[in-house]
Nanobody
Framework: QVQVVESGGGWVQAGGSLRLSCAAS????????MGWFHQPAGGQREILAD??????TNDVVPVGRFTITQDTAKNALHLQMISLQPEDSGVYYC??????????????WGQGTQVTVSS
């Protein structure tokens, strides 16, 4: 079992900044990738970035505003957000992609951290 916990969300005025963090624990040896996802109120969950343990990334975050970094030794993933806009509001989720001993791939999701950007 892998536990995933997000933190760092909150209320911020438009133009402000937040730094979100994600920490994975448990059977972390099976983690092959960790990623950030955003789900706006009333909308669908969408991927921001997916970072594999070998350093490869699938980065779709807003260019110049969001920066994702990972600390593989600590099984942690961070999302630095600047120049926040109201449309950035919503729940930010972290996901760990894990391989089981039988070769199957399983996703473990955190419960999310709420970000609210006021105009």
């Amino acid at each position: 079992q892998v536990q995933v916990v997000e933190s760092g969300g909150g209320w911020v005025q438009a133009g402000g900044s937040l730094r979100l963090s994600c920490a994975a624990s448990g059977s972390v040896s099976g983690i092959r990738a960790m990623g950030w996802f955003h789900q706006p109120a009333g909308g669908q969950r969408e991927i921001l970035a997916d970072l594999s343990r070998d350093g490869n990334t699938n980065d779709v975050v807003p260019v110049g505003r969001f920066t994702i970094t990972q600390d593989t030794a600590k099984n942690a993933l961070h999302l630095q957000m600047i120049s926040l806009q109201p449309e950035d509001s919503g729940v930010y989720y972290c996901r760990a992609k894990v391989t089981l001993p039988d070769g199957r791939w399983v996703d473990y999701w955190g419960q999310g951290t709420q970000v609210t950007v006021s105009s």
